[in-house]
């Protein structure tokens, strides 16, 4: 778009700046500014990966009802993705405060998932039926019995726990047992824990 002073007859075009001035006699004039106005480049779009600020690689596995579940159907939400498995003893360390805040109001108001991943231990899907019973476990695990996921996440330790926002960007990625803390601050503002950290 273009504007001009029709009793000059100035037309400065669009992309171009001008300073108006007023003349002695009371007259008016437009004084082009010979510079462009810089327009910011448009950020670049995350690219799938493992790092903070990458969108986290989509797959898909069943759960303990036989559902095929998929990571993008949680787009929306902000989602916990935590690697476990029953007989690892962090992971039974994490597991009560997971649950807790699971089931909390401020993480139901946000619509919080959390998706379990079961990984890395050889624990059949009897056991893990048997510990989420004992533990009253709600929120939704998944069966990696071929560890698939696993190596795309590159797990080497259990737990592991990605946080991503409602995009599916990685936020925040926490090796070790999860604390109320971590789960605060990331429910809160995700984007203000951009970091890669041991729990607790």
Same mark, same amino acid.
């Given at each position: 778009? =273009?504007?001009?002073?029709? #009793?000059?007859?100035?037309?400065?075009? %669009?992309? %171009?700046?001008?300073?108006?001035?007023?003349?002695?006699?009371?007259?008016?004039?437009?004084?082009?500014?010979?510079?462009?106005?810089?327009?910011?480049?448009?950020?670049?779009?995350?690219?799938?990966?493992?790092?903070?600020?990458?969108?986290?690689?989509?797959?898909?596995?069943?759960?303990?009802?036989?559902?095929?579940?998929?990571? !993008?159907?949680?787009?929306?939400?902000?989602?916990?993705? #935590?690697?476990?498995?029953?007989?690892?003893?962090?992971? $039974?360390? @994490?597991?009560?405060?997971?649950?807790?805040? *699971?089931?909390?109001?401020?993480?139901?108001?946000?619509?919080?998932?959390?998706?379990?991943?079961?990984?890395?231990?050889?624990?059949?899907? $009897?056991?893990?039926?048997? &510990?989420?019973? $004992?533990?009253?476990?709600?929120?939704?695990? +998944?069966?990696? %019995?071929?560890?698939?996921?696993?190596?795309? *996440? !590159? +797990?080497? @330790?259990?737990?592991?726990?990605? &946080?991503?926002?409602? @995009?599916?960007?990685?936020? =925040?990625?926490? &090796?070790?047992?999860?604390?109320? =803390?971590?789960? $605060?601050?990331?429910?809160?503002?995700?984007? =203000?824990?951009?970091?890669?950290?041991?729990?607790?």
């Amino acid at each position: 778009m =273009s504007f001009s002073d029709a #009793n000059n007859g100035w037309i400065v075009p %669009e992309g %171009e700046s001008a300073s108006l001035l007023h003349t002695a006699d009371g007259g008016r004039t437009w004084q082009q500014i010979n510079a462009r106005i810089q327009t910011p480049s448009p950020k670049p779009k995350p690219t799938i990966g493992l790092q903070v600020g990458n969108i986290a690689p989509d797959f898909t596995l069943t759960d303990l009802h036989g559902k095929r579940v998929s990571l !993008h159907d949680y787009r929306g939400k902000p989602t916990m993705l #935590n690697f476990w498995y029953p007989s690892c003893t962090d992971c $039974q360390a @994490e597991i009560p405060t997971m649950q807790q805040y *699971y089931a909390s109001a401020p993480a139901m108001s946000k619509h919080f998932v959390i998706l379990a991943v079961n990984t890395l231990g050889g624990d059949d899907e $009897q056991t893990v039926q048997n &510990f989420v019973q $004992q533990n009253h476990l709600t929120y939704l695990i +998944v069966m990696d %019995e071929q560890q698939r996921v696993g190596t795309l *996440y !590159h +797990v080497r @330790e259990t737990p592991t726990s990605y &946080f991503l926002d409602p @995009e599916g960007i990685i936020q =925040s990625v926490l &090796f070790g047992p999860v604390g109320k =803390s971590n789960l $605060q601050r990331v429910l809160a503002d995700p984007k =203000s824990a951009n970091r890669t950290t041991q729990g607790r």
